[in-house]
């Protein structure tokens, strides 16, 4: 049978609050652990932080070491409502005065208007593609694509979605006016070359009335089939002066890296310059500095005292962090050996108080001019780790300390370590605190227990006392 406790009715000792108090007493060094664990995950944590913080400097810096970085360009159109442009990676700089006589268009053929929904026939379509020239037909050499248009399948709608299922280098759709609706079949590519051909057979068996799925024809001459409604033609333009026609109004190849989009023929020629994209380079030297002065926010924070408040960051005093800023700040300041640049304060990127970088923007606009010694300053190669260019440079530092065995991966193992250690000891002390406080509650009840049984026996004593004391009397 279970047995009901309750530690200090029998004595009145509050033994519940006297067993709670010592252990409290015994988890001191426990919650002593658990302080220094949130400080140790803290610092943990920072340095996570830290560690994301530089290798997003070192991409930056080896965005500016590269030489496709400086080899970026970019196209204006000064009609760009006419010819837009874009440049590729090996876009040659240079300009371009383009005239556009003509834009390329595809070839197009509508029926004759039938009623709304109507069966027109049924039968075999075939599409041919090739190209139109003097009212003869060339084909291309790609087999026909045949269409079978069955009974309830034969209305200009149905006949549309049967077409372009077939994928027979058209796009078909229906047109509807108040004459009813006609089919109008286009091809997919645009140029004189992208036309097409269309042959029937009609179950009516006349193949070339007015009637039936004859309506449909298109082979350039037959009565009441469809008719011609756009040709195909060449975008036709010049580029200084050269004639070029094409089958495409977007030219991906006509200039090496250079795409240009034909939208509207000209009045005016059409200056399409393609230059160094300074603004890309630009913002790549934002971007690093950007980085850097993240770090460098980072690590101030962590290692600052404050006066006012007498306490000190997460990090002061600590040496892997102090080294870390102190290098960052030194290659701030140190050379290269480029040529015409050789420190960042040449180009105007220059450290101020508290290690943060600023840029100046009119000296910066200056080395700019300079594509070429302002891409040697940050990526010179001269062999040697001190004096190369800042993105080697940098970029081989954040490596550095990130890789397994770096600086900041070795501190956050020691981190990690310790927390572990810290949890371990935690765990260790709990069992202690949890034995010492079973001993307590057993020593403690059984002290209960026996002052329980000299209250018993002082009230029995007690009790006989005043009974004798009654006879005496007597």
């Given at each position: 049978m279970a047995t009901i406790s309750s530690p200090g009715i029998g004595s009145g000792l509050d033994v519940q609050s006297i067993v709670s108090q010592l252990v409290s007493i015994e988890r001191a060094p426990i919650r002593q652990l658990q302080t220094q664990a949130t400080t140790l995950q803290s610092r943990l944590s920072l340095y996570g932080t830290i560690k994301s913080q530089i290798a997003t400097l070192g991409d930056a810096a080896a965005r500016l070491s590269s030489s496709a970085s400086w080899g970026q360009v970019s196209a204006t159109s000064s009609n760009a409502a006419a010819i837009g442009a874009s440049a590729g990676a090996n876009a040659v700089p240079g300009s371009y005065t383009i005239d556009v006589q003509q834009l390329a268009r595809a070839q197009s053929a509508a029926s004759q208007a039938v009623a709304t929904g109507v069966g027109v026939g049924t039968g075999t379509i075939s599409i041919e593609l090739g190209s139109w020239s003097g009212g003869s037909f060339n084909a291309s050499g790609t087999p026909a694509v045949s269409i079978d248009i069955l009974a309830g399948e034969d209305s200009l709608g149905a006949i549309a979605a049967r077409i372009n299922a077939a994928g027979a280098g058209v796009n078909a759709s229906v047109l509807r006016?108040?004459?009813?609706?006609?089919?109008?079949?286009?091809?997919?590519?645009?140029?004189?070359?992208?036309?097409?051909?269309?042959?029937?057979?009609?179950?009516?068996?006349?193949?070339?009335?007015?009637?039936?799925?004859?309506?449909?024809?298109?082979?350039?001459?037959?009565?009441?089939?469809?008719?011609?409604?756009?040709?195909?033609?060449?975008?036709?333009?010049?580029?200084?002066?050269?004639?070029?026609?094409?089958?495409?109004?977007?030219?991906?190849?006509?200039?090496?890296?250079?795409?240009?989009?034909?939208?509207?023929?000209?009045?005016?020629?059409?200056?399409?310059?393609?230059?160094?994209?300074?603004?890309?380079?630009?913002?790549?030297?934002?971007?690093?500095?950007?980085?850097?002065?993240?770090?460098?926010?980072?690590?101030?924070?962590?290692?600052?005292?404050?006066?006012?408040?007498?306490?000190?960051?997460?990090?002061?005093?600590?040496?892997?962090a102090t080294g870390l800023q102190n290098a960052l700040r030194g290659m701030m300041r140190s050379i290269t050996n480029s040529t015409p640049f050789t420190r960042l304060v040449d180009v105007g990127i220059e450290l101020k108080g508290g290690g943060a970088l600023a840029i100046d923007a009119s000296r910066l606009d200056a080395a700019m001019a300079d594509l070429g010694g302002l891409q040697d300053l940050f990526s010179a190669r001269t062999g040697n780790p001190l004096t190369q260019g800042f993105g080697l440079k940098l970029k081989a530092f954040a490596d550095g300390v990130n890789n397994a065995g770096g600086s900041l991966s070795n501190r956050s193992e020691a981190l990690q370590s310790a927390l572990d250690r810290n949890s371990r000891d935690q765990e260790r002390l709990e069992e202690r605190v949890s034995r010492s406080e079973r001993r307590l509650l057993a020593q403690y009840t059984a002290l209960d227990t026996k002052l329980a049984g000299l209250n018993g026996l002082s009230a029995f004593v007690s009790q006989q006392v005043t009974l004798w004391n009654r006879s005496s009397g007597n």
């Open positions: 006016d108040a004459s009813g609706e006609r089919l109008m079949i286009q091809s997919r590519e645009t140029g004189e070359s992208a036309g097409f051909r269309i042959s029937v057979a009609d179950d009516d068996g006349n193949d070339g009335d007015a009637a039936g799925l004859s309506r449909l024809a298109f082979n350039g001459s037959a009565p009441g089939g469809m008719t011609l409604a756009q040709s195909g033609l060449n975008a036709e333009l010049s580029i200084n002066g050269v004639a070029i026609s094409t089958s495409s109004n977007r030219l991906t190849d006509t200039l090496p890296g250079l795409n240009l989009q034909l939208t509207q023929t000209t009045s005016q020629p059409v200056e399409v310059t393609v230059s160094s994209d300074t603004a890309r380079i630009r913002a790549d030297i934002e971007a690093f500095v950007n980085a850097y002065n993240t770090v460098n926010s980072t690590l101030s924070n962590a290692l600052k005292y404050d006066e006012a408040t007498k306490k000190g960051g997460p990090l002061q005093g600590d040496s892997t």
